[in-house]
C-alpha cells in the first residue's frame, strides 16, 4: 500500500525566509497527492493536491508543491513565509478510497 | 464549500464508560466516511472506514467491538468508544468524501477525548 514520509518533524523560520517541506511516497504508478494544514485548534485544510498534468501545482496562501517522478518526492515551498503560516503541515496520499497521512511537520515562524 | 460538523468537540468521561462522537455532513451525501485518530504531535490514524447501510471496515489493529461505528444515514456516522480506558483518551477526527468534488475530502474539527 502507498505511504508517504515527511522527514522535517520541527521547522522554525523567521519571517520572510523561505520553506520547504519534505515529503516522499512509497512507489511508482499513479499516485495522488495532498497537503493539508492544521492551524491551532483548528481542522485540516486541504492547501493543494496533485492528480496528474503539471507537477508543479499552486494552493491556497502562496503555497506550491512539485512532483518529481524520480525522486518519489512531493515537496511544498513557499517563498516568504508569515507568522501566520505557524502550523502542522501534513502530506497525504490516496490508497485505494483512503487517505494516508505523513507524520507531519510542525512549523514555527517567528516575527 | 462542502462542510463536516464534528460533535462533542471536548468530552471527559470516566473509565468504563461509553462515548458516542457524531460526525456530519452538512451540504452533501457522504457514503462514506472516515475516522481518524491523533496523538498528541503525531499524525492522523486512520481507524476505519464507515460506509453508509454496511458495516465499517477497520485497519489492522483496530478493535472494532471497542469502536463501534455506525453510518445509518448519508450524513451522518457516528463513533462510540465503548467502555473507555485511560489509554483512549486522544484527538478522533472524521473526514467525509465529497463525490461531486473530484477527490475532495472535507475533515471534521475533531473530538477530544478524556478519560478519567
Known amino acids: 500500500a502507498q505511504s508517504v514520509s515527511q522527514h522535517n518533524h520541527h521547522v522554525i523560520l523567521s519571517e520572510a525566509a523561505s520553506l520547504e517541506l519534505g515529503c516522499n511516497y512509497s512507489?511508482?504508478?499513479?499516485?495522488?497527492l495532498f497537503w493539508y494544514v492544521q492551524y491551532p485548534g483548528q481542522h485540516l485544510q486541504l492547501l493543494l493536491k496533485?492528480?496528474?498534468?503539471?507537477?508543479l501545482v499552486k494552493g491556497i496562501k502562496g503555497f506550491e508543491a512539485e512532483f518529481i517522478k524520480s525522486k518519489f518526492s512531493f515537496n511544498l515551498r513557499k517563498p516568504s513565509v508569515q507568522w501566520s503560516d505557524t502550523a502542522e503541515y501534513f502530506c497525504?496520499?490516496?490508497?485505494?478510497?483512503?487517505?494516508?497521512f505523513g507524520t507531519g511537520t510542525r512549523l514555527q515562524v517567528f516575527p | 464549500g462542502a462542510v463536516v460538523s464534528q460533535h462533542p468537540s471536548r468530552v471527559i468521561c470516566k473509565s468504563g464508560t461509553s462515548v458516542k462522537i457524531e460526525c456530519r455532513s452538512l451540504d452533501f451525501q457522504a457514503t462514506t466516511m472516515f475516522w481518524y485518530r491523533q496523538f498528541p504531535k503525531q499524525s492522523l490514524m486512520l481507524m476505519a472506514t464507515s460506509n453508509e447501510g454496511s458495516k465499517a471496515t477497520y485497519e489492522q489493529g483496530v478493535e472494532k467491538d471497542k469502536f463501534l461505528i455506525n453510518h445509518a444515514s448519508l450524513t451522518l456516522s457516528t463513533l462510540t468508544v465503548t467502555s473507555a480506558h485511560p489509554e483512549d483518551s486522544s484527538f478522533y477526527i472524521c473526514?467525509?468524501?465529497?463525490?461531486?468534488?473530484?477527490?475532495?475530502?472535507?475533515f471534521g474539527s475533531g473530538t477530544r477525548l478524556t478519560v478519567v
Open positions: 496533485y492528480f496528474s498534468g503539471d507537477p
Open positions: 497525504a496520499v490516496l490508497n485505494t478510497d483512503k487517505l494516508i
Open positions: 512507489y511508482g504508478g499513479t499516485v495522488n
Open positions: 473526514s467525509a468524501r465529497d463525490l461531486d468534488r473530484a477527490l475532495g475530502y472535507t
